[in-house]
C-alpha cells in the first residue's frame, strides 16, 4: 500500500495533467472559434460579391472547416478531461492521431509528387489572376504572396 506522501504527489501530478489538458483544450477551442468566425465573415463578404464559383479558390471554406474541426476536437478533450471520461479522452487520442497521420501523408505526398504540386500550384495562381480583381480574397492572398516572396505571377523568376 502506497504512503500518504505518495498518493499526495500523484493527486497532485493527477491534477496538473488535467489542468494542462483543460488549459491546452480551452485555448484551442478559442482559437478554433476565432477562425470560424473569420471564416464565416470572410464567405458572408465573398458572397455578397460573388463571381467566382471555384471552391478551391475560397479561402473562407478552408477556415470555416479548419475552425470547425479544431473546435470540435478540442471541445471533445477537454469535456473528456473535465468529465473524466475515458470514452471521449481515447476518441479526442484518436483523432489526434489520425490528424497528425493525414498531415504526415499529405507531407509525403507532396513531397514524392513535388513537381505535379508545383504545377497545379502555378496553373491555380495562373487562372486566379486572369479573375484577380473579381475576388477580393483571391487578390489579397496573391498580393501577400508577391509581397513576401518577392515574386510577381505563377511563374518561377
Do not use: W
Not at 495533467?17 to 470560424?36: A, E, R
Amino acid at each position: 500500500m502506497p504512503s500518504y506522501s505518495e498518493l499526495r504527489k500523484t493527486n497532485h501530478f493527477y491534477y496538473f495533467i488535467k489542468f494542462t489538458l483543460n488549459i491546452y483544450s480551452m485555448l484551442f477551442s478559442l482559437m478554433g472559434l476565432c477562425v470560424l468566425c473569420v471564416g464565416v465573415y470572410a464567405e458572408v463578404e465573398r458572397q455578397k460579391n460573388r463571381t467566382l464559383e471555384g471552391l478551391f479558390l475560397a479561402p473562407a471554406v478552408v477556415l470555416i472547416l479548419l475552425g470547425l474541426v479544431m473546435f470540435t476536437v478540442s471541445v471533445v478533450g477537454m469535456v473528456g478531461s473535465l468529465r473524466d471520461n475515458k470514452t471521449l479522452l481515447h476518441m479526442f487520442l484518436c483523432v489526434l492521431c489520425v490528424l497528425l497521420l493525414l498531415q504526415a501523408i499529405g507531407l509525403t505526398l507532396a513531397l514524392i509528387f513535388e513537381n505535379k504540386t508545383s504545377a497545379l500550384f502555378q496553373s491555380s495562381i495562373r487562372e486566379g489572376i486572369k479573375h484577380y480583381y473579381d475576388d477580393l480574397d483571391f487578390k489579397n492572398i496573391l498580393d501577400y504572396m508577391q509581397e513576401k516572396f518577392s515574386c510577381c505571377g505563377g511563374g518561377r523568376v
